[in-house]
C-alpha cells in the first residue's frame, strides 16, 4: 500500500513511531511532516497528504497535529478526501466502515503514541462496508 504521512510540531514522534510500524509491515511511505518540535502552520503538511490521496498517488493519508482539527479541516477542502479525526480504535474503524475515510486524522496532544499506532493499524485494515453507507458517502461531496 502507499501512504502518504504529514504532521506539525505536535506529530514528530508519532509520525516516526507510525513510520516504523507501516514500513515494517511493507507499505510505502511518503513523508510531508517535520521533523521537529519547532513550531510550523500544519496546513503545509497535511495538504501535500490530501492532494496525494485525492489524485490516486497514496491509497491512505494519514495527518497528525495537536488536536487533529486543524489538519483535518485543511485535507477535507481537498475534492475526493475524507479525512477522518479519531481518539481511539474504534473510531478508525467506524471511519472506514461507514464513511470510506481515506485519511485518518490523529490528535497527538489528546492520544498516546500506541493508541495512534493501533488507530492506524486498524484504519488501514478495515474495509468499507459500502451498502446502506455509499448513499450517504455519495452526498458528502460538495
Not at 1 to 21: L, Q, R, T
Not at 61 to 66: D, E, M, S, V, Y
Not at 75 to 89: D, F, G, I
Amino acid at each position: 500500500m502507499k501512504i502518504s504521512i504529514g504532521n506539525d510540531h505536535a506529530g514528530p514522534d508519532y509520525k516516526k513511531a507510525i513510520v516504523e510500524m507501516l514500513q515494517a509491515k511493507g507499505h510505502e511511505v511518503t513523508n510531508y511532516g517535520t521533523d521537529s518540535a519547532e513550531s510550523v502552520d500544519y496546513p503545509d503538511f497535511g495538504r501535500p497528504v490530501a492532494t496525494d490521496v485525492a489524485e490516486g498517488k497514496a491509497d491512505f493519508g494519514i495527518i497528525i497535529c495537536g488536536s487533529g482539527n486543524g489538519i483535518s479541516m485543511t485535507a477535507n477542502k481537498q475534492s475526493k478526501v475524507r479525512a477522518a479525526l479519531c481518539w481511539m480504535k474504534e473510531i478508525a474503524v467506524l471511519a472506514r466502515q461507514h464513511n470510506d475515510a481515506n485519511i485518518i486524522s490523529i490528535p497527538a496532544r489528546f492520544t498516546s503514541i500506541p493508541q495512534a499506532v493501533e488507530m492506524v493499524e486498524a484504519f488501514l485494515n478495515t474495509e468499507f462496508e459500502g451498502g446502506r453507507h455509499q448513499n450517504r458517502v455519495d452526498k458528502i461531496s460538495c
